[in-house]
């Protein structure tokens, strides 16, 4: 990667950022009384909107937890949840269908490494089990792994699958917190959240101990000796 890649990348989200302050000074920032009102107003163009934004920023490596608080703040616990789902995995399968039409040729370079190297041999050979417990650990980011499954050969029905069942518990537990617009996170969400991580580890553990092909094992043993 070029060196002045990033240092354009950070002068540019500085700016931005300057830029929505200043206008926030001159115009006002709207409250949340005001963000409610206007996507009432908004009828069914604000949900539409909202999926189709969220699917389009989350495919590249913006974290969508803004997306899933904003969800449960603009439309509610009920209607966010399923908004926010329909956002994810809309995002998932771009990306998915992204990487495998460019030969992952765009991200690859980005997916080097040994947990990288790991994850992909579990995704090729344990598919649902896999997509789902990686899902479920939060400390996993959502568009790496879209990646990482799009680089690997898990198949389509496993990954959307396993997508589904894995973004549903947090993706519950941040919409509600969004709804009740609090200053800090309720203990039950936070015990959701550990609980759906916990789980997510598990699953990751019994994928980890379950054999995989001689040819991948020795590979990925050849690469580990390589590194070393």
């Known amino acids: 990667m070029k060196w002045w890649r990033p240092v354009l990348a950070g002068i540019g989200l ?16 709207p409250g949340v009384a005001d963000l409610q009102r206007l996507t009432t107003e908004a009828g069914i163009w ?15 490596p913006v974290p969508r937890t803004v997306f899933t608080l904003a969800a449960g703040l603009l439309f509610g616990s009920a209607l966010g949840i399923v908004l926010t789902l329909a956002g994810t995995t809309l995002a998932a399968l771009l990306a998915f269908v992204l990487v495998r039409m460019t030969g992952g040729r765009l991200v690859e370079r980005y ?4 947990a990288a190297r790991w994850a992909r041999i579990r995704l090729d050979h344990h ?10 650990v939060p ?25 589904v069942v894995g973004i549903v518990p947090g993706t519950v537990a941040i919409v509600v917190l969004g709804d009740a617009v609090t200053g800090r ?13 916990l789980v ?14 001689q040819d991948d094992g020795a590979r990925e043993a050849d690469a580990a000796r390589q590194e070393a």
């Not at 500085?14 to 920032?29: D, E």
Request: with cysteine; aromatic share 8%; proline share 7%.
């Open 111 to 114: 997916a080097r490494g040994s």
């Open 127 to 136: 598919g649902v089990l896999a997509v789902a417990s990686m899902r479920l």
């Open 185 to 197: 996170p309720s203990p039950a969400l936070i015990v959701v959240s550990v609980i759906c991580g």
């Open 139 to 163: 400390a996993i980011p959502f568009s790496v792994l879209n990646y990482l499954c799009g680089l690997s050969a898990v198949r389509f029905w496993p990954y959307l699958v396993g997508t």
């Open 14 to 29: 500085v700016a931005v950022i300057a830029a929505a302050l200043l206008v926030a000074r001159v115009y006002g920032a």
């Open 200 to 213: 997510g580890v598990a699953g990751i553990v019994v994928a980890a101990r379950r054999p995989v092909p």
């Open 46 to 60: 604000a949900p539409l909107l909202f999926v189709g934004l969220q699917a389009a920023v989350t495919v590249t």
